[in-house]
């Protein structure tokens, strides 16, 4: 006789894909807005990203119900620390709290994907990847969700710098402008949409540079 | 010499290796997925005869495997049939089916009948059990008629004026049950399996890509594939792109092969 498992879970998945990546003075952050549940479509416009401070976009993909509950502690916490400190925090600060957030919640975490991007303290693109219970990293590039497993392996054939093990040491592949980074980006969204049910409608990207911030869109199929 | 697994006589499913493969999974293994077609397909009667209509989306999960794939499928000269459910199983169906209506025609040198496939076709699945995972439009139009049916995995039909299959069925029957109404002309009829077709499209995950019709008259059929395709890719770089990175060499060790020294001597012996 075996166990009785339970039969209703505190999670679902709303599927979409994000992405993020690094330039040297500026950080691409983008989503799509589909919320899907199953094989049905929630809605078509629903942000991803969310601004956790003036240098750090987060965006993320998962059970958007956790998204939404995480996203609250972090600007609740941020608040505490702007009065407490008198300045915003920085990014890599904030990926440390992120961090600590989500591994809080180790034995119920947050069903949630999330890549963490903006400018470091020296005003040079960064971007941190984790997954749902708080393991993170600073990368230069990272896609997370469902469509995550179809982005990245274009990303790194495209961006990855070569092999570390190669001996004399190779320097890294030509730094992308902002705008070739935006337009990889729309590629690869596209592409993604392409084959992955969860990833369309409409695509959302965020710009974060020294002269502030900026949004595009972008439409997306909607099949 | 006797094997280990003795087919049953009629060369149905054996079921001996069930134990095993739960076995398995138990222990962690991940059974292979199946090819599904989560789909949309619809039939409708109108006027002069049936017409039937499909999307061209093919999943394994959340992974589309074929963005344009055939779901209408050829039964006799004058019938086709829609295929929901797992994309082998309503392929080989349909083939088989097709392969018996044309011995069958030479037989009685007759055009064949709807029936006659709708009653091959469910004798076949119900003899599996529902195993064998197809749930099927069936269109056509013979000497008695126009006739449209439905049939589900495990043997079932239904004879309809208008019906729809697959994860996309509901969406489609929301159009149709809004908007079917007798006699259509050849042109609302298109109209309206285009529309059904397209909901299951845009509302349901499984379905996507482009709709295929196929018009079904006394004595004439027309298979649109691809008659509508809402589906464009919305963008690809003008510039294109370039792959120059080459699988990186780490490192290169040859080792020549000593002086190969050829002995004449006997054959080789062969027990």
């Known amino acids: 006789m075996t166990k009785q498992h339970a039969n209703w879970s505190p999670y679902d998945n709303n599927g979409g894909s994000c992405v993020a990546i690094a330039g040297a003075d500026y950080c691409v952050i983008a989503a799509d807005t589909r919320m899907s549940t199953g094989y049905n479509i929630l809605t078509r416009d629903y942000s991803k990203i969310s601004q956790l401070t003036d240098k750090s976009v987060m965006a993320s993909s998962g059970f958007q119900a956790d998204v939404k509950a995480l996203q609250k502690v972090l600007s609740a916490r941020h608040l505490i620390y702007q009065h407490q400190h008198n300045k915003q925090m920085s990014c890599p600060a904030m990926a440390q709290l992120l961090s600590n957030t989500l591994y809080y919640k180790r034995f119920f975490p947050y069903y949630a994907f999330n890549v963490l991007g903006g400018l470091d303290n020296e005003g040079k693109g960064c971007v941190f990847t984790y997954d749902a219970v708080g393991s993170y990293e600073r990368v230069g590039y990272s896609a997370q969700g469902s469509g995550s497993t179809l982005i990245m392996p274009f990303l790194d054939n495209q961006l990855k710098s070569p092999s570390p093990l190669l001996l004399p040491a190779k320097d890294a592949v030509t730094p992308l402008s902002e705008t070739e980074a935006v337009d990889l980006v729309k590629t690869v969204f596209a592409s993604a949409t392409e084959r992955d049910i969860y990833t369309g409608d409409k695509l959302e990207i965020v710009i974060l540079n020294a002269s502030g911030i900026r949004r595009e869109y972008m439409d997306l199929r909607r099949d | ?271």
Request: aromatic share 6%.
């Open chain 2, 1 to 271: 010499m006797s094997s280990s697994l003795d087919l049953p006589p009629k060369g149905e499913f054996s079921f001996d290796l069930c134990r095993r493969n739960a076995m398995l999974e138990s222990k962690g293994l991940k059974a292979p997925t199946f090819l599904k077609t989560g789909t949309t397909i619809v039939g409708l009667v109108f006027q002069d005869g049936v017409i039937l209509g499909a999307d061209t989306r093919a999943t394994e999960g959340p992974i589309v495997a074929d963005k344009n794939c055939e779901k209408i499928h050829y039964m006799a000269p004058n019938i086709y049939c829609c295929g929901a459910g797992t994309a082998a199983d309503t392929e080989a169906v349909t083939d088989m089916v097709s392969s018996q209506l044309q011995l069958h025609r030479y037989h009685t040198g007759r055009e064949s009948r709807v029936v006659t496939a709708l009653t091959l076709l469910k004798k076949h699945l119900f003899n599996y059990q529902g195993h064998v995972s197809a749930a099927l439009v069936l269109g056509g139009v013979d000497i008695t008629g126009p006739h449209l049916h439905t049939i589900y995995p495990h043997g079932s039909t239904d004879t309809l004026p208008f019906a729809t299959m697959g994860s996309g069925s509901l969406a489609a029957m929301s159009v149709f049950e809004s908007k079917y109404k007798e006699s259509l002309s050849r042109d609302e009829g298109i109209q309206l399996v285009v529309e059904a077709i397209s909901a299951g499209i845009f509302n349901d995950l499984g379905s996507g890509s482009n709709v295929d019709v196929c018009v079904i008259t006394k004595g004439h059929k027309d298979y649109l594939r691809n008659h509508l395709l809402p589906n464009p890719r919305t963008y690809v770089n003008p510039k294109g792109f370039t792959f120059p990175k080459k699988t990186e060499v780490l490192s290169t060790k040859i080792t020549p092969l000593k002086e190969v020294e050829v002995i004449e001597g006997d054959a080789m012996e062969i027990a």
